[in-house]
């Protein structure tokens, strides 16, 4: 096997070990079902992970499931600290507490304070923004948002993509995960106008490090296309999505990102899904450009 290759199945079976980890965050997760997930021998697999993850597998689990923490506190008003550690895979209130303190400096229930004070100012300091909704309803006329953005609300049908994960800092390097998933689409035809590309960037910038930050390469694939190798599936039921559509010149994706959570989620009626926002390009070219929809699963929000 050439060295590329070699290389290839290295990072396809680790790519599956981060999927069984992102898919488990509520629950239990094992070293020994990971290193199944990714057909190493589990007395290896540490060792393996460690060197091509720069932590270990145990640190990664805790990181990812505090930043899931952080996400919930600061995006599910209605859920109490309990249900959040639940939610997390930690076993009491205050194993959370100590884990998310040493992490972020200060308990969850501060935490969340600082936070929803920080939002009450942003929304405060800006205006209304008209949502519309096309199949809701209320079919309102479209606002206008910011310069060069639009807010909607829509229940898209069920998503089936082929994806390359990256894992570094967003941005410019993502490009090379984009190159791996167009040299497997091409032979298979699926590079054309009709391709639908999306990108998915799994964790907050804000909370992980740059280095740590995963992103997924999408192209929408129909029935009878298999993944294979570092080319994962992902698939998403039929659900409803706060919008933002954003054209233009900038390219400050975090000031944008920022606009969606604090000025137009808490005005739309909704709260996040479990799953990241997809970000649906144009096209192929404008991957990495201010030109695309940034669809962020929703759902009513709970008193």
Aim: charged content about 25%; glycine content about 8%; hydrophobic content about 40%.
């Amino acid at each position: 096997m050439r060295q590329e290759e070699s290389l290839e199945a290295y990072r396809a079976r680790l790519t599956r070990a981060l999927a069984y980890v992102q898919d488990k965050l509520g629950g239990e997760i094992s070293l020994e079902g990971a290193a199944a997930a990714a057909c190493f021998s589990k007395f290896h697999f540490h060792r393996i992970f460690s060197a091509a993850m720069g932590e270990s597998f145990a640190d990664c689990v805790r990181r990812l499931r505090l930043d899931r923490a952080a996400f919930f506190l600061e995006q599910r008003p209605s859920m109490s600290v309990t249900e959040v550690a639940l939610a997390c895979g930690c076993s009491s209130p205050s194993v959370l507490s100590r884990l998310f303190a040493e992490r972020f400096g200060e308990p969850p229930s501060r935490w969340r304070e600082s936070k929803r004070a920080a939002a009450r100012a942003e929304r405060e300091s800006t205006p209304e923004v008209p949502i519309l909704w096309q199949n809701g309803p209320a079919a309102d006329e479209m606002g206008n948002a910011s310069e060069g953005e639009r807010v909607s609300v829509r229940t898209l049908p069920a998503l089936r993509f082929a994806s390359c994960l990256h894992i570094g800092p967003y941005g410019p390097g993502i490009q090379e995960a984009w190159d791996r998933l167009c040299r497997w689409a091409g032979p298979r035809g699926l590079l054309g106008s009709q391709s639908r590309a999306a990108g998915m960037s799994w964790d907050n910038p804000e909370l992980c490090p740059p280095e740590r930050c995963r992103y997924s390469a999408c192209l929408q694939i129909p029935a009878g296309i298999e993944a294979g190798g570092e080319v994962l599936p992902l698939e998403f039921p039929a659900r409803t999505y706060l919008i933002l559509t954003c054209s233009g010149s900038a390219v400050d994706f975090g000031a944008t990102y920022d606009r969606l959570y604090d000025r137009y989620l808490p005005r739309s009626g909704f709260e996040p899904e479990d799953d990241p926002a997809i970000e649906f390009y144009r096209s192929l070219a404008s991957v990495g450009s201010f030109d695309l929809d940034i669809a962020l699963p929703v759902r009513t929000l709970s008193a």
